[in-house]
Every structure is written in structure tokens, then in C-alpha cells.
């Protein structure tokens, strides 16, 4: 039998400088932004890359504002910025941002160049609450994804309930390509279409300058207009017999987010307090004031929050705020379903009444 001819030195050679090609791009792709040629209009990261685009093109800001959904939402800076005295607001509310990312996505915004000293925080009553059906934290990490350091191997330890949480989440920080499996199946299914946005989210980008307006919605419908909120399938049901698409519409986008609130099992859950009291914390001490602001609801049947649980998470934010002297709790604002858009957003009408509700209470 003949000897199997040994691999030549050149054939080695040319393993290893393609498994190095390989090794380097996914490096320079996954941890050093390379990402950015990549990211269209349906990246989940999308919105972090815009929060920090704003905060170098708003570098003047004064007050920066946190939160999810509602701070994008309820915030229009806009009209904030338009009153006197003179001063600047950058909103860097970002939908589903849950207590890590609040506080990465302002150390985010520090390092493009942000100097706000004043700080707005907005909070829903979940924040001292679980879900069994949605991890916050991993949630925040595939948004963040694009900004993780090995920093995030340090602060996540305070964020975990022990080592293999820890180790759980951590993993996520050290293979990053895992958070971004939903982009990387788009681009597989799709490569042209997905490059051909990832530009037209570059130049969008690129067009943001000192002047450029902030960017606010716009919704102008009344939750009132959609009836009691335990009734709204057989209202939808009745509008579409009735041919009455858009109002049908307008109902099916409030019961989705009714539905996904209604009848949730909430409770303040001890080390979620912990979590957010050290993010007040960081945040004060970074900050000359720390507002903290009960993000406004529509709930007139206490089935999307429970007044047992309502009062049980008002002691703990009390609680959690006591002894923080840069901290200030503010009163809830006063909105009833006239001013809301949905059950736990306000429409432009109520957002530019809380705007100014806060413009008059923030330094």
C-alpha cells in the first residue's frame, strides 16, 4: 500500500491564513464595529445606535431623559428645549430598556461626548417585577449589543442572582455573535435587500447635526375612543362588520398592549429593588440630580395593575429612595384616557402636557 502523501507546508499554510481571515473579521465585525455597514431598519440595536448618534450631535444637552417606551413616547424635547429658560433635553428613552440598560445606555452616551448633569428618570411599575414568559436583562444585552465591553463582565455581577446567572448572561458579553442571530438570519435570507438598508440607515445617520430637530411621535388618537378595554374584541369584531378598518385598527393596537399587561402576575420581588436602587445610586453619582418620575397608565379596571400591587411597588419606590439625597421622587402626573394613545402611552396632546409638567418641576 502507498503512503498517503503528506500535506504540503503550502496547503497548511493557506488553512491557517483563511481560518485567521475569518477570525479577524468576525473580531472586527462583532467587536469592533463593523456591525454599523450591517444594522438596518429592523435591528433591535438600531435604536441604541440612533440614541448615541443624538448624544454626540447634542453634546450641549443639560438634562438627559432614561426610560422604555414611555420616555420615547412621553418626552417630546422638542417642546422642552423651545420654553425658557435656556435649556437642553436629550431624550434617551428606548422601548423594552428595562434597569441595566439605563444605566449602560447614559455610560454609552458619556463616552460619545454628553456632560448632562441632570438626569429624568421614567419608570413603569414593572420595574420591581418579573416575568416568567421575558428575560429583561438578556433583553437589554441584545439591544446593547453593540456597545458591550469587557466592562459589561464587571457590572453584570451586580445584576445576577448568583454565579450561574452570571455566567449565563456573561456568555452572551463574550460571544456576542449569539445576540445578533436574528440580524444574521435576515442577511442570510435576504443579503441584497438587508444591504441596501444597512445604507440607507448609515446615510440617515449621517444626516443628524447639532440642529437637527430630536425625533418625536406623533399619535394623536384618545384611548377614549376605543370603550372599556375588557370589551375592546367585541368592539374591534363590531367595527370590521361595520366596515370601520381604521377605528378596528386603532382598537386592535390598544388590546395588544392590554393583553400583554392584563391579569400579569406582579409582585416586587426584593432583588429587583436591590437592582434599582443601585442604579439610582450610579446615576447620582454621576449626576447633579437624579428626577425620578412614575411613567403615566391607563388602568381604570386595575387588571394591568392591581392596586395591591400598585401600593406594594409605591412603598418600595419610596423606600428605595429614601436615604439618596440626589434623588427626587416626583407626584404621579394627572392624565385621564383623553390624553393617552394607548394603556401606557400617552398621545401627543397628553405628552406635550407632561412635557411641560415636567419642565416646571425639573432644575
Known amino acids: ?12 499554510l493557506a ?11 468576525c473580531a472586527v465585525f462583532f467587536y469592533f464595529g463593523g456591525f454599523r455597514y450591517f444594522l438596518s431598519n429592523q435591528s433591535s440595536s438600531l435604536s441604541v445606535v440612533l440614541a448615541l448618534t443624538q448624544s454626540r450631535v447634542h453634546r450641549d444637552a443639560t438634562i438627559v431623559v432614561l426610560g422604555n417606551s414611555t420616555a420615547a413616547e412621553d418626552f417630546h424635547a422638542n417642546r422642552f428645549n423651545a420654553q425658557p429658560p435656556a435649556r437642553v433635553a436629550l431624550n434617551l428613552g428606548v422601548p423594552s430598556a428595562h434597569i441595566y440598560f439605563f444605566g ?22 414593572e ?8 428575560d429583561y436583562l438578556l433583553n437589554d444585552l441584545t439591544m446593547l449589543k453593540t456597545v458591550l465591553n469587557s466592562g459589561d463582565f464587571v457590572l453584570l455581577a451586580s445584576h445576577s442572582r448568583g454565579l450561574r446567572d452570571y455566567a449565563n448572561y456573561a456568555s452572551y458579553v463574550a460571544f456576542r455573535p449569539v445576540l ?28 443628524f447635526g ?13 384611548v377614549c375612543d376605543a370603550g372599556p378595554l375588557p370589551a375592546l374584541e367585541q ?9 370601520r378598518e381604521a377605528e378596528a385598527a386603532d382598537d386592535a393596537r390598544v388590546l395588544a398592549g392590554y393583553s400583554a399587561r392584563v391579569h400579569q402576575p406582579l409582585r416586587v420581588d426584593p432583588f429587583e429593588t436591590v437592582r434599582f436602587r443601585r442604579l439610582l445610586e450610579e446615576l447620582a453619582a454621576g449626576a447633579g440630580l437624579v428626577y425620578l418620575v412614575p411613567a403615566p397608565y391607563y388602568d381604570p379596571d386595575y387588571d394591568q395593575y392591581p392596586l395591591e400591587y400598585r401600593r406594594a411597588a409605591d412603598r418600595a419606590i419610596r423606600e428605595t429612595v429614601s436615604g439618596l439625597p440626589r434623588v427626587k421622587l416626583l407626584p404621579p402626573f394627572p392624565a385621564d384616557c383623553r390624553l393617552f394613545f394607548d394603556t401606557v402611552h400617552l398621545n401627543h396632546q397628553g405628552a406635550d402636557q407632561f412635557t411641560d409638567y415636567l419642565h416646571a418641576r425639573v432644575l
Open 1 to 12: 500500500m502507498l503512503p498517503k502523501p503528506a500535506r504540503s507546508g503550502a496547503a497548511q
Open 15 to 25: 488553512g491557517y491564513s483563511v481560518l485567521t481571515v475569518l477570525v479577524a473579521a
Open 104 to 125: 449602560r445606555i447614559l455610560s454609552a452616551a458619556r463616552e460619545e461626548g454628553l456632560h448632562a448633569r441632570t438626569v429624568i428618570l421614567m419608570y413603569t411599575p
Open 127 to 134: 420595574v420591581f417585577s418579573l416575568r416568567a414568559d421575558f
Open 180 to 207: 445578533f442571530r436574528d440580524e444574521l438570519r435576515d442577511f442570510f435570507a435576504r443579503p441584497r435587500e438587508r444591504l441596501r438598508q444597512a445604507a440607507v440607515v448609515r446615510g440617515w445617520l449621517a444626516s
Open 210 to 222: 447639532p440642529g437637527s430637530p430630536m425625533i418625536e411621535t406623533d399619535n394623536r388618537f384618545s
Open 235 to 243: 368592539t374591534i369584531a363590531r367595527l370590521r362588520r361595520e366596515g
